[in-house]
T-cell receptor, first 112, second 113 residues
């Protein structure tokens, strides 16, 4: 069985602070894919990143960066210099040989 | 349209009624997924179609739930004898390839009174 744990239920920061969202996963599959999605108040899930289990290179996209560590089964997401528009619920998800499994999400509140 | 389209966006019904929710995926996407999201929770998998056939329906909670995709494009999720516990946002997603990213619609919010 697959499992995704996002231990942080809610995080509040002030604009321009850096923030890291944690994601820990469990799977017995040897090949798997990890994802992050953003769900703003409007409700639509927005794809952010996909990473396969053989690629442990960290990735940076603008203010977003992701740290994949297979040794600790973690796929953490960092937002640098947070902005109010970053306020949303962020979901980490895992897909092995079965379907995409989501964590419970972390609500990020960025205040001005 | 460019994205995944779901209708209706909101549906209010009474306990015991029958409901249909429709999903129109991104053109060319062969994989289609239904998820259900309750307040404060992550999306919960219901069923996955590859083409016209249901490749995995292990997430359907019981036999009141059924989904079809007769021509490999539009899909309909059908819920019989609705219960208050069925109230949730039903999300549809499509994907171009099996392990690719899923693109989600805005969801259909179902409220069972």
């Amino acid at each position: 069985a697959q499992k995704v744990t996002q231990a942080q239920t809610e995080i509040s920061v002030v604009e321009k602070e850096d923030v890291t969202l944690d994601c820990v996963y469990e799977t017995r599959d040897t090949t798997y894919y990890l994802f992050w999605y953003k769900q703003p108040p409007s409700g639509e899930l927005v794809f952010l990143i996909r990473r396969n289990s053989f690629d442990e290179q960290n990735e940076i996209s603008g203010r977003y960066s992701w740290n994949f560590q297979k040794s600790t089964s973690s796929f953490n997401f960092t937002i640098t210099a947070s902005q109010v528009v970053d306020s949303a619920v962020y979901f980490c998800a895992l897909k092995g040989y079965s379907t995409l499994t989501f964590g419970k999400g972390t609500m990020l509140l960025v205040s001005p | 349209g460019a994205g995944v389209s779901q209708t209706p966006s909101n549906k209010v019904t009474e306990k015991g009624k029958y409901v249909e929710l429709r999903c129109d995926p991104i053109s060319g996407h062969t994989a289609l997924y239904w998820y259900r999201q309750s307040l404060g929770q992550g999306p919960e998998f219901l069923i996955y179609f590859q083409g016209t056939g249901a490749a995995d329906d292990s997430g359907l909670p019981n036999d009141r739930f059924f989904a079809v995709r007769p021509e490999g494009s539009v899909s309909t999720l059908k819920i019989q004898r609705t219960e208050r516990g069925d109230s949730a946002v039903y999300l549809c997603a499509s994907s171009y390839r099996q392990n690719g990213e899923l693109f989600f619609g805005e969801g259909s919010r179902l409220t069972v009174l």
